[in-house]
Every structure is written in structure tokens, then in C-alpha cells.
């Protein structure tokens, strides 16, 4: 390498660490807007380390995000930060997030764990439904996004302690979601934990969900009670879901579109 590339990558450093040096606030007061959907408050550090004591997205509160500059990521070419978020036990969570210096209008997503309660989403996720109460844990290895349109997924889901509490109150257990992007379709198995070695669920579920890029989506399989003890009070759930079987489930095959999809 000549004299002019190691100038070029010292100026490059230089920059870069020049830019890190800067208070949070003012970046937050320049580059991000408060819009009802993002507003930080008591935003402390600077770009390099800093943390804001409140988060609102789509006005509802994540309590509390924390960021640290990764320099070892300079090293493959992206500029990256772990972060933190949240401060309740029901409410945490973090990973890392970067950019890539060839796609600058893409980030990923990497190592990302957190756990939330299903209330909490309420507002963030349209058509939730109500009378469903369960912990979420989720484990993402990596996520791609681009102009907040998905481009690539693989992680899981679980759904912890998912209980039903209209009509009638009903524990159903714990549940996996695996999911990922094949050929530009979001893809996903849903089942109870069963194989994992648990048994208390109340139903055996082996669900397939497909969505494309213009939001179409097929969730297909079948919803058994795990016990005969358990059919007649499932019975009214169950039909509303699928169509009945002989083992006492229902297949399941819904179509739909989802609402405000960008595709993949």
C-alpha cells in the first residue's frame, strides 16, 4: 500500500473517531426527528458510549436504550454498536446493530435476545388479539433490513405460558416459533415445546406459515388436544380455527393478506 492509501485511511479514522467524540444529544436533536412513532428524552454520552433514560416508540415506553461503539467491526468493513434496552424484568432486551459500508441503506440485526409481554406489544402490532395473555422470548441471529423492508431472518420465537382469558380462562403452555427468509418468502414452523421434552401443553401444534413479498400469507397444519379429557372444552376454540379431524384437532388452512407489508 502506498503513502496515499495509509493517508486515506488515516483521515478515514481520524473521522470516524472525531464523529464517535460527538454528544448524543445533539446527534439526536440534528438526525432524528421526534415523530409520534420515535422520541428519545434525557439522551446522556456521546455517539462512541451514551444512553437515553426514556425510548417511546409509536408512544408506548421502552423505559431505556444504552449503545456501545464495536471497533473491532472496522476491521470487516461496518461500523457497529452493541445496545441494551428496557430495565424490567418483563421488558429487556439487546443485541448488536451496524452498517455496511457497500449498502449503506441497509443494517443488521445480530445476536439479538429480549423478552417482552404480550401486553406490551398492544399498539406496536396491528390487529393483536384480545383475551390472550403470554411472555415472549425471542433469539434472533441475524436480521436484514433495508429501508424498513425485511431481506433476511433467522431466529426464534417462544411464547411463554400462553394463557386464554376470554370466553374462559385457559393455560395452553408453551410454544416455538422458528423462523426465516427462503427465497424471498418469510417462513415459519409453530409448535408446542413438547419436543423439546415438556408436556404441559394442552395441544399438540405443527403449524406451517408462509407469507411472499406482497404480504400473502398460508398458515397451514393441524391443532390436537394432547388429552381426550380435553376435547369437549376445546371443541368451541378449536372449530372457530379449522376444520375438524379425527383425532379430536383441526386442520388448519387460513389465507390472508397482511396489513402493511413491504415485502422481502
Known amino acids: 500500500m502506498g503513502v496515499r492509501g495509509y493517508v486515506t485511511i488515516a483521515f478515514f479514522a481520524y473521522f470516524l473517531f472525531l464523529l464517535a467524540g460527538l454528544p448524543a444529544q445533539k446527534v439526536v436533536d440534528w438526525g432524528i426527528p421526534k415523530t409520534n412513532e420515535l422520541s428519545f428524552s434525557a439522551v446522556e454520552g456521546t455517539v462512541w458510549n451514551g444512553h437515553a433514560d426514556r425510548l417511546l416508540v409509536e408512544k408506548r415506553p421502552v423505559e431505556a436504550l444504552a449503545w456501545r461503539f464495536r471497533p473491532q467491526a472496522l476491521l470487516f468493513g461496518e461500523i457497529a454498536f452493541n445496545f441494551a434496552f428496557g430495565k424490567s ?12 459500508p457497500l449498502h449503506w441503506d441497509t443494517f443488521f440485526l445480530e445476536g439479538v435476545q429480549g423478552r417482552v409481554t404480550l401486553d406490551q406489544l398492544r399498539g406496536l402490532i396491528p390487529d393483536l388479539p384480545e383475551g390472550i395473555l403470554a411472555r415472549i422470548q425471542w433469539q434472533l441471529e441475524r436480521v436484514l433490513l433495508s429501508q424498513t423492508q425485511l431481506v433476511f431472518l433467522n431466529g426464534a420465537v417462544m411464547l411463554h405460558d400462553l394463557t386464554m382469558v376470554t370466553p374462559m380462562k385457559l393455560f395452553l403452555g408453551d410454544f416455538k416459533i422458528q423462523a426465516q427468509t427462503v427465497d424471498h418468502k418469510l417462513m415459519a414452523q409453530i409448535q408446542d415445546v413438547s419436543f423439546e ?3 404441559d401443553t394442552i395441544l399438540a401444534v405443527r403449524l406451517e406459515f408462509k407469507m ?10 393441524e391443532i390436537t388436544p394432547r388429552d381426550k379429557n380435553d376435547e369437549h372444552k376445546l371443541s368451541n376454540i378449536l372449530k372457530n380455527i379449522g376444520k375438524p379431524i379425527a383425532n379430536g384437532g383441526v386442520r388448519v388452512n387460513l389465507n390472508g393478506k397482511w396489513p402493511g407489508w413491504k415485502g422481502i
Open 197 to 199: 421434552g415438556k408436556n
Open 89 to 100: 424484568d418483563s421488558w429487556a432486551g439487546g443485541g448488536r446493530i451496524g452498517w455496511g
Open 212 to 221: 411472499d413479498e406482497q404480504g400473502r400469507y398460508n398458515l397451514n397444519g
